[in-house]
């Protein structure tokens, strides 16, 4: 989880009385962490938004979505490159459960050019991804990376 994750989540959270974060079982992404850990880790962050609920999923996000009564589902958008995915998927998406609505939101400007992908990619060749994420997940980062050498 990057700031830019802390940041939307943060924004999202000031817009809805409640908000699930549904952290995926990465079925189609490579991921550093566990399912159980990326778990841990967003909920350790995310703590401080009373109005905010971490929960992982597995499967598609509309039957998690119809599952937990939830009415909008918001994403991020970091660059132009983002949206024409993000726009396939919104209207997929709007097939399989036309009651929920997608909102995107665009990251701080400090934020547009992080990437999990390449805060994982930097961290694993040893380079400083401080200015990247939390303290606490740069420790776990570091730990992992240790591990794999």
Same mark, same amino acid.
């Given at each position: 989880m990057t700031l830019g994750h802390e940041d939307l989540v943060?924004? !999202?959270?000031?817009?809805?009385?409640?908000?699930?974060?549904?952290?995926?079982?990465?079925h189609h992404k490579r991921t550093m962490f566990t399912i159980a850990e990326r778990l841990e880790i !967003?909920?350790?962050?995310?703590?401080?938004h009373r109005n905010v609920e971490v929960i992982a999923f597995r499967g598609l996000?509309?039957?998690? +979505?119809?599952?937990h009564g939830g009415k909008v589902v918001v994403?991020?958008?970091?660059? +132009?490159?983002?949206f024409e995915y993000?726009?396939?998927?919104?209207?997929?998406n709007r097939q399989l459960m036309?009651?929920?609505?997608t909102v995107f939101l665009t990251p701080s400007d400090q934020y547009q050019f992080i990437?999990?992908?390449?805060?994982?990619?930097? !961290?694993?060749?040893?380079?400083?991804?401080?200015?990247f994420v !939390?303290?606490? +997940?740069?420790?776990?980062?570091?730990?992992r990376v240790s591990q794999a050498t």
């Open positions: 943060r924004r !999202a959270s000031a817009l809805f009385p409640r908000l699930i974060v549904a952290v995926a079982a990465g !967003a909920q350790e962050l995310l703590a401080s996000l509309r039957d998690f +979505v119809v599952e994403r991020g958008l970091r660059a +132009v490159s983002d993000e726009f396939q998927m919104a209207g997929m036309p009651n929920v609505e990437s999990g992908t390449f805060v994982r990619e930097i !961290a694993t060749l040893g380079g400083d991804v401080s200015k !939390a303290p606490s +997940v740069l420790d776990r980062l570091k730990q």
